[in-house]
């Protein structure tokens, strides 16, 4: 297939792809992060302990989301980026409509394993197509903007889900949220198309493309740091909405308030910032695009566990904005570092490869690991159990700042300096 047919013959503006892909990306943390909010009404429903629904907002997603991303990134790279992410669109939304009809623990699983599948062709490839679209200088702008995506589906999941469930109940936030993207996938098929690619870039076999990488110790450090950042983040995603419920005593929807503002500021600034900033410093040192997330996170630590341990919800929400801003940070200049740690036919492949390792380590034990240390905290510590187990692992946060500080001092001669030009 031709460079020309596979991009459908035309390309929409960087502007115009750049919002779709966002608005694409919102509607996939919106039916993330509906989950959390709606943890009380569900474990009730459905009689789930912490370690049961932690399963089904972590490992649930996480088993097939992890595996097929890396397949559904090399197809992305072998036919149109495009059509895989309206594609993944589709089936996801559809699980996520699904999940408003479960019955019991196994129905919710089963249907989040599908959201998980669908999910796995949408961010790999949406990462590609803002490098093909946008130049190096303004690249972790870019993909900052379209990360933007995170904090605005976190927190409109997190304010919308509260409004519907008190309104009518879980089920038709669930139900909502998937008819929406089965809405917009037709219109993002029709609009987005791949650029034209460079004249004779072959597609890279599958096998050809993790060799390379793995030959760079910046990869691995840089998907390692951001798998134990994502661990903390993931995980505080789903069970900060319940630990304000237990141990700060708000109903759902002044929760909803609480973490919809916390996750929309603190988020949009983080993530603006990081890309804007990495595209300041790294231009003159690559070693910032990993040195600016690990003294993000090092300062995250210590204020979430500040916030969390408060004494009350007008002081925690403060102490917790710095690190709502500051824990995700890292998107922009990682997501950049990694689409160049490749040649550009590679992009896609690559960013499969990262997520890969980031969202097995960070969604299929971030969740879990904090429901099942509150279940076994529970008899000493009671309804405070969730507090203490999301404190506890906030350390993994130390642990993605070392590596991240480690792979400062690679990035440089592991970065790809070629295609650009082309």
Known sequence: MTDAARSGGRTASPGLVLFLLLVVYTLNFLDRQVLGILAAPIKRDLQL???????????AFAMLYSVLGLPLAWLADKTRRSAVVAGSLAVWSGFTALCGTASGYWSLFLYRLGVGVGE?????????????????????RALAIYSLGI?????????????????????????????????????????????????????????????LLARKPSFWLLSFASGFSSLCGYGLALWTPSVLMRSFGLDIISTGQFMGALLLIGGTIGVFGGGWLADRLGQADRAWYAKLPAYAWLIT??????????????????????????????????????????????????SGSFLFINNLLGLGAGPLLMGALSDRLAAEYGVESLRYATVGCLAFYLIAAALALMAARTLRRDWHEGDEAA
């Open 151 to 211: 904090p605005i589906g976190l927190g409109g999941g997190t304010i919308v889900g509260a409004y519907i469930a008190r309104l009518v109940d879980w089920r038709a936030a669930f139900i909502t949220m998937g008819v929406l993207g089965l809405l917009v996938a037709p219109v993002f098929a029709w609009i987005v198309r791949d650029k034209p690619r460079p004249a004779g870039s072959a597609i890279a076999p599958l096998g050809a493309v993790f060799p």
């Open 120 to 140: 796995a062709g949408g961010v790999a490839p949406s990462y590609a197509l803002v490098a093909d679209y946008f130049p190096p200088e303004r690249r972790a």
């Open 301 to 350: 630590c210590p204020t979430f566990a500040l916030g969390l341990m408060s004494t009350s919800p007008w002081l925690a929400w403060p102490l917790l904005l710095i690190p709502n801003a500051l824990n995700i940070l890292w998107l922009g200049p990682v997501t950049t570092a990694v689409q160049h740690l490749v040649p550009v036919h590679m992009r896609a492949t690559a």
């Open 49 to 59: 302990s912490d370690a049961e629904f932690g399963a089904i907002g972590g490992l």
